[in-house]
Structures are given as structure tokens and as C-alpha cells.
């Protein structure tokens, strides 16, 4: 059974900082590309960040450029999103990914991707 658990949601301050993670079992971390991506209220899911299956490449959000940092720990089977400097427009519910086809990259152009998900963690920012 595949499960990725999402931890590190909370209420903060603009300006804060807080560190997601997400723990995957029941599939071989290290051969998933992973990803974060969050929906506020009313609107849809978009894309915040991923990380290649191999570490070497990395995608953001034009919005979270310089401020959010994707990594992961094979050996921990354990992503990570580091969000700095935080703003009342990052409120949303995270969800982490995990792409179900190994060696597969996340096709950010696509509206649903084929992955499995988190339940989400809720990070809100107050001004």
C-alpha cells in the first residue's frame, strides 16, 4: 500500500518559515520524482515545486522562486519543502506527490498528474 504522509503544516506570520515533509512507503522512493503542490481556497491546485527521481533537477513556481527550496533524502525516503519568508498568498493546503511510473518526471504543463498524494497539510499566513 502506497502512503505518503505530510507533516510540518502550521500558522505563522508573514516573513516566517516553516519546513514541510513528506515520508513515502510502499514504493521505492529513490526511483520517484516527488513534488509539493498546494490549493488555497477556491481555487485550483497548482504546482509549487519538484525534484527529479534523480536529485538533479528541480522545478518552482514563478511565486515561490527564492524563497522555497524542494530536497530529498533517499535515504529517509523523505521529501522536504523549506519555505522562507512566507506571504498571506502561500495560505493553501499542501500536498505532496510521489510520480507512480519510476524514473518519470512530473510534466508541470499537465493539469492532472499521475501520481500518488498526501493527504495535505494545512499552512496558513497571517499578515
Known amino acids: 500500500q502506497v502512503q505518503l504522509v505530510e507533516s510540518g503544516g502550521g500558522l505563522v506570520q508573514a516573513g516566517d518559515s516553516l519546513r514541510l515533509s513528506c515520508a513515502l512507503s510502499?514504493?521505492?522512493?529513490?526511483?520517484?520524482?516527488m513534488g509539493w503542490f498546494r490549493q488555497a481556497q477556491g481555487k485550483e491546485r497548482e504546482c509549487v515545486a519538484t525534484i527529479g527521481w534523480n536529485g538533479r533537477s528541480t522545478y518552482y513556481a514563478d511565486a515561490v522562486k527564492g524563497r522555497f527550496t524542494i530536497s530529498r533524502d533517499n535515504a529517509k525516503s523523505t521529501m522536504y519543502l523549506q519555505m522562507n519568508s512566507l506571504k498571506p498568498e502561500d495560505t493553501a493546503v499542501y500536498y505532496c506527490?510521489?510520480?507512480?511510473?519510476?524514473?518519470?518526471?512530473?510534466?508541470?504543463?499537465?493539469?492532472?498528474?499521475?501520481?500518488?498524494w498526501g493527504q495535505g497539510t494545512q499552512v496558513t499566513v497571517s499578515s
Open positions: 510502499g514504493r521505492t522512493f529513490s526511483s520517484c520524482a
Open positions: 506527490a510521489a510520480h507512480k511510473l519510476y524514473f518519470n518526471n512530473f510534466d508541470i504543463t499537465q493539469r492532472t498528474q499521475n501520481a500518488y
